[in-house]
């Protein structure tokens, strides 16, 4: 984790030595270079069994734990005057979750595999539904908030997901079936790469959710792989992405510390602050609806430090119009929430996840059937 954030304090440092110069690549790396192999890489590593088992948390933490997020920030924003639309647009943004950190420390550490799992599946399918929100919201803002309007934003915002779902099972088929029976680690490697990024790009390019079919190609790949493929290749293929996915999180956060602009975060500061604010409250309420699942009172505290926000939230923010008031205001506080919460990250993530690693539930507990 400190790793991590030496890597972002070496970005903040070139950063200012170079101002201005990767802010712009911010949004285009981050969507279209790092995000495809983080997110393949994470959903190839999922445990399939932890999933069905745990499926009510994640499905909370991905749909109304977003929008919950959302709302708060939102509601916050609206106190200071911000413009519904302006404020509804910032809450999405600051939806999007970027546990990267919390994932790095348990890959060190003897953590249950239900909890990497809850976590990373958060990591997986909460981004995917911020995109969708935000995406909604802001052709909401731009076309009109008439009710006939939104009916439409929000079926066309399911369309979007279901058809990025039905993308990504088809490229993973089609790749399975060509690299079958093929006693090759590159190969089977190259193959992967491409149902990663061929997945994204060509949901993308039809205007569908890319996040979604690439989520969907890496589950369905690896399920069909696991048919075709030795158990010797299977592993060695994995162990390539896990590689990958370590220099990936290394770029992603020296380029979200060389955009971050210190100065400029500071340039509305109550905006800013009242974000940060919001942001933090709206993670305890998300661990907090997960109350009734019964889980391990220590897991709550994962959930909560596992609320960091990054590279997607910047591009998100920066990807907006320059016509939506108040554009600028939530670029800084994007900025300026990443810095806090990946700071705070870096703080309380490892002693946290090491308390949940190590405590066990007692027997007679209903959370011991839930978290073993």
């Known amino acids: 984790m400190w790793q991590l954030l030496a890597l972002l304090l070496l970005g903040i440092a070139g950063g200012t030595l170079a101002p201005g110069r990767f802010e712009g690549l911010v949004r285009p790396a981050t969507l279209y270079i790092f995000l495809p192999p983080l997110l393949f890489e994470a959903a190839w590593n999922l445990d399939g069994r932890a999933i069905a088992r745990f499926w009510r948390p994640i499905a909370v933490m991905a749909g109304p734990g977003v929008v919950l997020s959302a709302a708060v920030v939102a509601g916050a924003l609206m106190l200071l005057r911000v413009p519904l639309a302006s404020a509804a647009l910032a809450g999405a ?91 090759s680690v590159l190969l089977q490697t190259l193959a992967t790469a491409l149902g990663a990024y061929g997945a994204y790009f060509a949901a993308d390019r039809l205007g569908f959710s890319g996040i979604a079919a690439t989520i969907a190609c890496a589950l369905a790949l690896r399920s069909l792989e696991r048919r075709w ?34 100065g400029s975060s500071v340039r509305e500061p109550v905006f800013a602050l009242v974000c940060v604010a919001a942001v ?37 923010a920066l990807a907006l119009p320059a016509t939506i008031p108040f554009r600028q205001a939530i670029v800084d506080a994007t900025f300026a929430v990443a810095l806090v919460t990946i700071a705070l990250g870096a703080v309380f993530a ?23």
């Open 93 to 183: 943004i600051l939806s999007a979750t970027d546990p990267i950190a919390v994932v790095a420390v348990f890959r060190r550490l003897r953590v249950p595999k239900t909890l990497v799992t809850l976590v990373e599946c958060e990591a997986l399918f909460n981004d995917g539904a911020a995109v969708l929100l935000y995406q909604a919201v802001l052709a909401a803002v731009l076309v009109g908030a008439q009710p006939g309007v939104l009916a439409n934003v929000a079926l066309a915002t399911v369309v979007r997901a279901g058809a990025g779902v039905g993308i990504g099972l088809a490229i993973a088929w089609v790749v399975a079936w060509l690299s079958r029976n093929r006693a």
């Open 229 to 262: 493929i030795t158990l010797t290749i299977a592993r060695e293929v994995a162990r390539t992405w896990d590689l990958a996915a370590i220099a990936a999180n290394a770029a992603v956060f020296f380029l979200v510390g060389a955009a971050l602009q210190i």
């Open 280 to 316: 933090v409250v709206a993670r305890y309420l998300v661990a907090a609806l997960l109350a009734p699942m019964r889980l391990r009172p220590s897991w709550y505290a994962v959930v909560r430090v596992a609320g960091m926000r990054g590279a997607l939230s910047l591009a998100l």
């Open 350 to 372: 490892g002693p946290t996840v090491r308390r949940a690693a190590m405590r066990r539930p007692h027997r007679r507990m209903t959370s011991a059937r839930l978290s073993s």
